[in-house]
């Protein structure tokens, strides 16, 4: 019996650009933070903390040190007492629980006297090129006080307490590459283990969390004395770090078009490779079970109080039913059964639920999907050479390929240009506003790339197909930037967004849930339609406990016994 | 103080554009500033004088004719022209470009090694009184490069055996920084109540 050849396609740009798609991506094995425990449990990184000079207060330092096999970094902690009137996550805040460094290497006693000074400071601060992070986090006014006392009086918390805020501290930015003094991204991105994107930061994010658990217990001890208790270690694993997201993530979705590309490309090139999989073998098949009955419990444990995300929690519970049932009567032997599912899904689930069953059909399969990793970094430290050479005739046809839809659009109407993206002089804070109600459009970023390409469009049509576009460029320097993206098209086909990001109804909360969803983040929480909470490494072992078994699978709950 | 070459090439890039400069030769006005730093050359020097000259005392359009780049009045920016002479690097044949009176043509080496990259061959930024070679990543200046030039030459050269010096920081004048600074301060909002409440979108508590 023959076996009838599909055509199975990479899914085009067109389909998987649009924002309500961004905005519904998942984790996969390919994301950043299971990236990173993977090869610190492989090369086997050994992590010990040098110092922990914390006084009964809770104000003081510590050093955590992850050594692997060539180089080691350290989490240098800086522990506040923090008024509560103080605490914001905005990035206007001045003053924060804990302020964090990553730095390279393991510091000398001068170095930790220079930090001091500085890291508490964060943005106010400086760095230096022997730092590779800056970070600061809050602690849950829910939880921490809740569980020190708990802890204290000699009882465990409770869990459902526990899970309603899933972190004892959130991070509210992780700077890298290069900000405030540290070193560019450049000068270590040769290393093997920081090659992938942002290993620098999920790093610091795991270190962290150890030092958030160190830092509640010596709380809970310093209070409680003999009383005091222990964390149970299963609460504790379920713990993660929180993160609050502002609109800074979505700029950068706009202004790394490369590099999105190549996170977005490397994983339709995974759900390629899955779906061209002519037969699946019990194992795999196991593996996905498996994978997707655990992925139900971590949906039902995702709340949101914001209306959209409500929504689509309940399309993707409804998903799951669905999914479920059909996996349960589905026939695997049947030739290419993961393009099946997936065609079937397409139908049927809301893009929330496909886009969960894209990352899952990965799951079983490493060999296929985990190389593509060191495909999803840019290699490119600045920003591209304009081809000169090229005629106005390819470079519209570059623009057709990403925004044909935009060049029709009445660019004037309202409700098409509503918004303006631009930076505050206070704290240099990327903000969205309103175009017709403040007085922002003198500032306006470049971050509107439908608009600037339709724009850019139609002044080429007033020029000969033949001509080279370095004449065009000469009187119209205004669409430089805009024949910049459009050449970089052809190496990142998905580098676009193929959306409106200034429309009256954009959502930028759909930018950063594609960002943080390739961090490996789950149970995204928009707290409006520009900020959004998340959680890392929840369920995932600490460092004394990482070992190859339990280094990847911890994103996914444990089933019930 | 020594900065990291993003903060210089973000500093610049948003200098540039608070002098008047369009988004995308913002970014070549970045790219360059970056490219001398990493070479161990004040980029942020020379991107703070240039900008600090007067928009009507410069010409920011160059035009190429018969092998002569000029402008219809007045000297030209170095940053704009450099974009278009890696814009026409096809048109650059063995007997080079003449520049008529340009400012700032340190600022041009970086795109002169742009178009050394481009057509794998090495390049010449000849002055009166200097000269600057570039070959991919190397570099050669005979003479510190001056404010201004009245005339200049670029062209195709046989010198292949650069030394490539390459810096991870730049440690910019404080001055030519607060420069910098001050233009890119004119691309920031001023911030309202309402902006600060709205645009970023607060409004649910973040301290819970």
């Known amino acids: ?561 | 103080m020594t900065r990291s070459l993003s903060e210089v090439e973000a500093t610049a890039k948003k200098a540039a554009r608070g002098a008047g400069f369009s988004w995308g030769m913002a970014e070549e006005a970045a790219k360059a500033t970056r490219w001398l730093c990493a070479k161990g050359i004040d980029g942020c020097a020379e991107l703070s004088r240039l900008l600090s000259i007067g928009s009507h005392e410069i010409n920011r359009a160059a035009s190429l004719d018969a092998g002569v780049w000029q402008s219809a009045s007045g000297p030209l920016c170095s940053i704009s022209l450099g974009a278009s002479m890696v814009d026409h690097a096809h048109d650059l044949n063995a007997d080079g470009w003449q520049v008529k009176s340009v400012v700032c043509p340190a600022l041009l080496v970086p795109f002169a090694a742009d178009i050394a990259a481009k057509s794998g061959q090495s390049i010449a930024v000849l002055g009166p009184d200097f000269s600057a070679v570039v070959s991919g990543e190397g570099l050669s200046v005979n003479a510190p490069m001056p404010n201004s030039s009245a005339s200049l030459k670029v062209q195709i050269t046989h010198k292949t055996q650069l030394p490539n010096v390459s810096f991870t920081r730049a440690d910019p004048a404080e001055t030519a920084w607060s420069v910098m600074q001050n233009f890119a301060h004119r691309t920031y909002a001023p911030a309202t109540e309402a902006s600060r409440l709205k645009g970023a979108g607060a409004g649910t508590t973040d301290n819970d």
């Open chain 1, 1 to 561: 019996m023959t076996t009838p050849q599909p055509h199975i396609t990479r899914r085009p740009p067109s389909e998987v650009m649009r924002l309500e798609r961004l905005g519904s991506l998942h984790q996969c094995r390919m994301s950043f933070m299971r990236t990173l425990l993977r090869r610190l449990a492989g090369d086997q990184w050994q992590f010990t903390r040098p110092h922990f000079d914390i006084d009964a207060t809770g104000v003081g330092y510590a050093v955590y040190t992850a050594a692997g096999p060539e180089r080691s970094y350290s989490l240098v902690a800086f522990a506040h007492d923090l008024p509560d009137e103080k605490r914001s996550d905005r990035v206007i805040a001045d003053a924060w629980d804990a302020t964090f460094t990553l730095f390279d290497g393991v510091p000398d006693s001068q170095d930790i006297a220079r930090l001091k000074q500085n890291v508490p400071l964060q943005e106010a601060g400086r760095i230096s090129e022997k730092e590779l992070s800056l970070s600061r986090a809050n602690r849950s006014v829910r939880l921490w006080d809740y569980v020190v006392s708990e802890l204290a009086s000699g009882q465990q918390p409770d869990t459902d307490v526990i899970d309603q805020v899933g972190y004892l501290m959130r991070t509210t930015a992780v700077y890298g590459s290069g900000k405030f003094g540290a070193a560019d991204r450049e000068t270590i991105s040769n290393r093997e283990e920081l090659f992938p994107p942002f290993q620098v930061e999920m790093l610091s994010v795991f270190l962290t969390r150890k030092f958030v658990l160190d830092l509640v217990q010596h709380m809970a001890w310093a209070k409680g004395g003999e009383t005091a208790v222990k964390l149970d270690r299963s609460i504790a694993q379920r713990l993660g770090i929180g993160n609050s997201t502002g609109l800074g993530m979505a700029p950068f979705v706009i202004n790394h078009p490369v590099l999105f590309n190549n996170w977005i490309k490397a994983r339709e090139e995974a759900i390629y490779r899955v779906r061209s999989v002519v037969s699946a073998v019990a194992d795999d098949t196991e593996i996905f079970r498996d994978r997707l009955k655990r992925s139900t419990i971590s949906v039902a444990r995702w709340t949101s109080k914001h209306p959209v995300q409500m929504r689509k929690i309940d399309a993707l519970k409804h998903d799951l039913v669905l999914l479920s049932a059909r996996v349960d009567e589905y026939d695997f032997q049947t030739a290419y059964p993961w393009d099946n599912l997936m065609n079937w899904a397409a139908h049927q689930l809301s893009i929330e639920g496909q886009e969960l069953l894209a990352s899952l059909i990965l799951e079983p399969y490493p060999d296929l999907v985990d190389p593509l990793v060191s495909c999803m970094a840019d290699t490119t430290s600045t920003v591209a050479r304009i081809d000169g050479s090229m005629t106005v005739g390819d470079v519209k046809t570059l623009l057709e390929k990403s925004f044909a839809w935009a060049f029709d659009l009445d660019w004037q109407a309202p409700q098409n240009c509503a918004r303006a993206w631009y930076v505050s002089e206070e704290k240099l804070e990327p903000r969205l506003g309103e175009r017709f109600e403040e007085p922002i459009a003198a500032y306006e970023q470049p971050l509107a790339p439908a608009r600037d390409a339709a724009h850019a469009f139609h002044a080429l049509k007033e020029w000969p197909e033949t001509s080279k576009v370095a004449a065009f460029l000469q009187s119209h320097p205004e669409h430089r930037h805009t024949i910049r993206r459009a050449q970089l098209c052809e190496v990142a086909p998905y580098g676009e967004v193929q959306d409106n990001t200034i429309s009256s109804d954009v959502l930028p909360i759909d930018m950063l849930r594609a960002k943080l969803s390739f961090f490996g983040a789950t149970h995204f929480d928009p707290r409006s339609d520009r900020w959004i909470r998340i959680c890392m490494f929840a369920g995932a072992p600490y460092p004394e406990s990482l070992s190859e078994s339990n280094s990847d699978d911890w994103i996914y709950p444990e089933l019930a016994q």
